[in-house]
């Protein structure tokens, strides 16, 4: 089994926070770099943050540094994404994602994906 749902989304005010989760199959987390992609109306899917199996954060876009944190828990297959100070910007349909081998920069293509949270913030 192959599984990735996401949960956390929702609306928020400008300045909020929320944090998403992602639950993961075994097969789709273990031993796997995991990341978090957005998509907002009309615009393309960027990478967001990527975090290796160790736990070391390895990327975040240089519009949510200092405000998001990704993170995981190995021993629950899941991995979160913390998201502070949100701005309108930052309305999106998040997406977690598995590579199927090591990151390599933000345009390294995930191997396997959810089926994304909306994550609405308003002025």
């Known amino acids: 089994q192959v599984q990735l749902v996401e949960s956390g989304g929702g609306l928020v005010q400008a300045g909020g926070s929320l944090r998403l989760s992602c639950a993961a199959s075994a097969r789709a987390f273990s031993h796997r770099d995991m990341g978090w992609f957005r998509q907002a109306p009309g615009k393309e899917r960027e990478s967001v943050a990527a975090i290796r199996w160790s736990g070391l954060p390895t990327y975040y876009a240089d519009s949510v540094k200092g405000r998001f944190t990704i993170s995981r828990d190995n021993a629950k297959n899941t991995v979160y994404l913390q998201m502070n100070s949100l701005k309108p910007e930052d309305t999106a349909v998040y997406y977690c994602?598995?590579?199927?081998?090591?990151?390599?920069?933000?345009?390294?293509?995930?191997?396997?994906w959810g089926q994304g949270t909306q994550v609405t913030v308003s002025s």
């Open positions: 994602a598995a590579y199927l081998g090591p990151w390599s920069g933000s345009s390294t293509s995930p191997g396997y």
